[in-house]
């Protein structure tokens, strides 16, 4: 089994795909060298299996900040300013959803992609993240 590289679910690499959403580690001398582009090909069906999952489990009550502004294009979603800094509260709040994902979830999502490679893809966001929380680092999320 070959190794996931951090592009492998970056969008512009195929027709027709070209938006996503990049997460940030902090930046090195002002340039975002740290950073994990997502497809709307793989981050479209997860963060709708997200919102389905907790609307399902708590009526709506626990679904993460970050999965909710993209559903309802606001907060980071709607800015168009560059990379939006992301608390680590929200940053593990995705995290932890994104783990409870089940391919039985994403299977009604997914149109472009298959449920494997979404959880495929949630798997490297999951490690992205909590390795910057780990750290203490800054993370920041783009819509691109």
């Not at 995290?95 to 009604?108: G, K, N, R, V």
């Not at 949630?122 to 999320?141: G, N, Q, T, W």
Request: hydrophobic share 40%.
């Amino acid at each position: 089994m070959r190794m996931v590289t951090i592009d492998d679910f970056a969008h512009g690499y195929h027709y027709g795909d070209y938006s996503g959403v990049v997460f940030y580690g902090p930046p090195s001398d002002g340039l975002w060298l740290d950073r994990l582009a997502v497809s709307s090909c793989y981050i479209g069906p997860l963060f709708r299996a997200v919102l389905d999952r907790s609307w399902r489990n708590s009526g709506g009550e626990r679904v993460p900040r970050l999965a909710s502004e993209w559903n309802t294009l606001d907060g980071w979603s709607a800015c168009a300013a560059g990379p939006v800094p992301v608390s680590p509260k929200d940053a593990e709040a995705l995290a932890a959803a994104l783990c409870e994902l089940t391919p039985d979830d994403l299977a009604p999502n997914c149109a472009g992609s298959t449920p494997d490679e979404c959880m495929r893809s949630a798997a490297v966001i999951i490690e992205f993240l909590r390795s910057r929380l780990a750290r203490d680092a800054k993370v920041c999320i783009e819509q691109e």
